[in-house]
């Protein structure tokens, strides 16, 4: 018996490698197809169609915010926000918190086509002493949670300033699965105004920051009701902090535009 047993015990051990190679196998093929069925869902857009110049601002101004009162008047937050002046840079600007996102109090409703600007101001020594600036279109108007991203607290879509990074700017959608990253000198930006204008017309979100086109996509996917959000950085180096000001909202008086 332990003759026969010794026989067929190469036999049996080259069966048990066979199915294991083969169940092994049956495992990587099915998470590479896996694999690239998410690459395929997730893999980077082209986020630049062009760099001109094209924002038009709406004609008819629903929503503007000097910040010449009280930061609580007009916006909500999780956190605090106080209303300062810079040395060099006319007007006030509102100081954003570390971690903590804004909405306005009373909000308006938004229409298909709308623009909407304001002016973002890197009060640092160099922007690396920051993390990423965040603004963009929430499902919501809560301010329970910080919204970091487009898929998180009710994030549609997202804009976010990575100043750390020297020249990075990405943008996501949760709505319509974008998600891209395009290049822009954030470096000289510390200290110096940034103005931004978005332009929304139905799906299609247009976003530039100074002259710069960053955006040009659906980022939307019939998100009838949307709000507005800003997210100020996780966190800050070296007394760095990021302020804003000069926001406003227009729509058309002839929504056939």
């Given at each position: 018996m332990k003759k026969q047993f010794l026989k067929i015990f190469p036999s049996i051990v080259l069966l048990l490698i066979t199915v294991h190679h083969i169940e092994a196998k049956t495992q990587y093929d099915d998470l590479l197809t896996k694999t690239k069925k998410n690459s395929a869902f997730t893999i980077a857009q082209k986020p630049i169609i062009d760099s001109a110049f094209d924002f038009i601002p709406a004609d008819s101004v629903i929503f503007s915010d000097n910040f010449t009162g009280n930061m609580s008047k007009n916006w909500k937050s999780n956190g605090l926000g106080k209303v300062i002046t810079l040395p060099g840079i006319d007007g006030?600007?509102?100081?954003?918190?570390?971690?903590?996102?804004?909405?306005?109090?009373?909000?308006?409703?938004?229409?298909?086509?709308?623009?909407?600007?304001?002016?973002?101001?890197?009060?640092?020594?160099?922007?690396?002493?920051?993390?990423?600036?965040?603004?963009?279109?929430?499902?919501?108007?809560?301010?329970?949670?910080?919204?970091?991203?487009?898929?998180?607290?009710?994030?549609?879509?997202?804009?976010?300033?990575?100043?750390?990074?020297?020249?990075?700017?990405?943008?996501?959608?949760?709505?319509?699965?974008?998600?891209?990253s395009t290049k822009l000198d954030l470096v000289s930006y510390a200290n110096q105004i940034m103005h931004v204008s978005i332009a929304v017309d139905g799906d299609r979100m247009r976003v530039y920051l100074d002259k710069a086109k960053v955006a040009n996509a659906l980022l939307f996917n019939k998100n009838r009701v949307k709000y507005f959000f800003l997210s100020a950085p996780i966190k800050s180096d070296n007394k760095s902090k990021v302020v804003v000001s000069n926001f406003k909202i227009a729509t058309y008086k002839s929504q056939s535009k």
């Amino acid at each position: 018996m332990k003759k026969q047993f010794l026989k067929i015990f190469p036999s049996i051990v080259l069966l048990l490698i066979t199915v294991h190679h083969i169940e092994a196998k049956t495992q990587y093929d099915d998470l590479l197809t896996k694999t690239k069925k998410n690459s395929a869902f997730t893999i980077a857009q082209k986020p630049i169609i062009d760099s001109a110049f094209d924002f038009i601002p709406a004609d008819s101004v629903i929503f503007s915010d000097n910040f010449t009162g009280n930061m609580s008047k007009n916006w909500k937050s999780n956190g605090l926000g106080k209303v300062i002046t810079l040395p060099g840079i006319d007007g006030k600007w509102l100081t954003l918190q570390n971690f903590c996102s804004y909405k306005l109090t009373n909000p308006h409703s938004l229409p298909a086509k709308f623009t909407i600007e304001f002016d973002i101001v890197a009060s640092a020594d160099k922007t690396e002493d920051l993390s990423p600036v965040i603004f963009g279109f929430a499902k919501d108007n809560s301010v329970s949670q910080y919204v970091p991203d487009a898929y998180n607290a009710g994030g549609i879509n997202a804009v976010s300033i990575r100043y750390s990074n020297g020249d990075e700017v990405n943008i996501a959608s949760s709505a319509t699965n974008f998600d891209a990253s395009t290049k822009l000198d954030l470096v000289s930006y510390a200290n110096q105004i940034m103005h931004v204008s978005i332009a929304v017309d139905g799906d299609r979100m247009r976003v530039y920051l100074d002259k710069a086109k960053v955006a040009n996509a659906l980022l939307f996917n019939k998100n009838r009701v949307k709000y507005f959000f800003l997210s100020a950085p996780i966190k800050s180096d070296n007394k760095s902090k990021v302020v804003v000001s000069n926001f406003k909202i227009a729509t058309y008086k002839s929504q056939s535009k």
